[in-house]
């Protein structure tokens, strides 16, 4: 399992993936991309096409929007469980 978190530290939005990484104990690379252009770059474009920080790379799958990478976290990686859900009454 090859993780990749794209990344800004100043980002709140990258900031939920990354706890969720730390939390669920997942290895995981960190790659910071600077929000001054570099985020146009070919390669990251290939990752993230609306040129948007966080992006999550799981053995060469993409995941973009970080409410959409923490419900992908969720389904592939379930313990311990970031989220309680409740039972309808
Ligand atoms: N709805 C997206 C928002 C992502 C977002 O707006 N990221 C900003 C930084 S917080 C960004 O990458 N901006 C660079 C750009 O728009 O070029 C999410 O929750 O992931």
Redesign the pocket.
Known sequence: MVLTLYH?PI?P?SRRVWITLLEKGLDFELVEIK?DGE?FKPEFLAISPF????ALVDDGFSVV???AILDYLEAKYPTPAMCLKMPRI
Do not use: C, D, M
């Not at 040129?51 to 966080?54: E, F, T």
């Open positions: 800004s980002s939005n929000l985020q040129h948007h920080i966080p929007e970080s409410l």
